[in-house]
């Protein structure tokens, strides 16, 4: 087992090799928190988003004990709002034909990439997700009331309400735009000289390398540009 905390120090994530794995708030450890688990594989490969706001996971193939292999893995990947995970749930996205190698998000956290043994990288567009995303943790987040006077017009008479009620709607705009992003398809890299072991963007986000596992003596590597999406 080993323990990740997320970029905003808000989740912790206790990962395992062998089972499940368990994220908590660290502010309510006994109050909230949920398991990742599938009957398809230990969910052994994951990310957290820069902003703190996404957590992606995936079961990918069990070097460390490859006994516990499932027999019929599944091959999805699973994104998570760590701002509302109980409301908006898991995000499925089914579009890679085997086991999944690696997931990590850009630095804006605009872009999803993971990488598969299908030998595919696909890209997956968040912006949508990002923007309200943003606008839920100003809302959920801010404890000065002034701010949220000043930045979102509420009236300090009724200010309770005027939250609660913008909450709402943007939870709603969320949950409709999750449910757009999962119904379009990625943005495919075919790495087709060997199946891509891991990936990283660059700092400003307009290059991804990636890495090639071509045979048992061979590892090759790729630079996409990412501002001509090549």
């Known amino acids: 087992h080993r323990l990740e905390i ?3 120090g808000r989740w912790g994530l206790l ?35 820069r ?19 499932a027999e019929e893995p599944e091959f999805v990947v699973r994104l998570r709002s760590l ?26 956290g605009n872009f999803l990439a993971t990488c598969s043994v299908d030998r595919e990288i696909q890209l997956w567009d968040l912006s949508e997700l990002n923007a309200w995303s943003e606008v ?16 979102f017009g509420f009236s300090e008479q009724d200010l309770s309400g005027e ?13 409709e735009a999750a449910g757009r ?15 891509p072991l891991n990936c990283a963007f660059s700092e400003d986000g307009s290059w991804l390398v990636s890495a090639q596992f071509t045979t048992q003596e061979r590892v090759s590597a790729r630079l996409w540009d990412m501002r001509a999406k090549s």
Do not use: C
């Not at 902003?51 to 516990?68: I, Q, R, S, V």
């Not at 839920?136 to 930045?151: F, G, H, K, T």
């Open 6 to 8: 997320n970029p905003d």
């Open 15 to 49: 990962l395992s090799d062998s089972g499940p794995s368990y994220v908590v708030e660290l502010e309510r450890p006994t109050e909230s928190g949920f398991t990742i688990t599938s009957v398809g594989g230990t969910m052994n490969r994951h990310a957290f988003s």
């Open 51 to 69: 902003n703190g706001h996404w957590l992606a996971t995936a079961a990918g193939p069990m070097e460390k004990f490859p006994e516990l292999q």
């Open 83 to 108: 701002l509302i995970p109980g409301s908006l749930g898991e995000i499925e996205l089914e579009a890679h034909e085997d086991l999944i190698t690696h997931v990590t998000f850009s630095p804006d």
């Open 136 to 151: 839920l943790a100003r809302l959920l987040l801010q404890s000065d009331p002034l701010v949220l006077i000043r930045d």
């Open 163 to 175: 939250l609660t009620e913008a909450l709402g709607r943007v939870q709603a705009e969320l949950v």
């Open 181 to 195: 992003f999962q119904a379009r398809r990625p943005q495919i890299l075919l790495a087709d000289d060997g199946a």
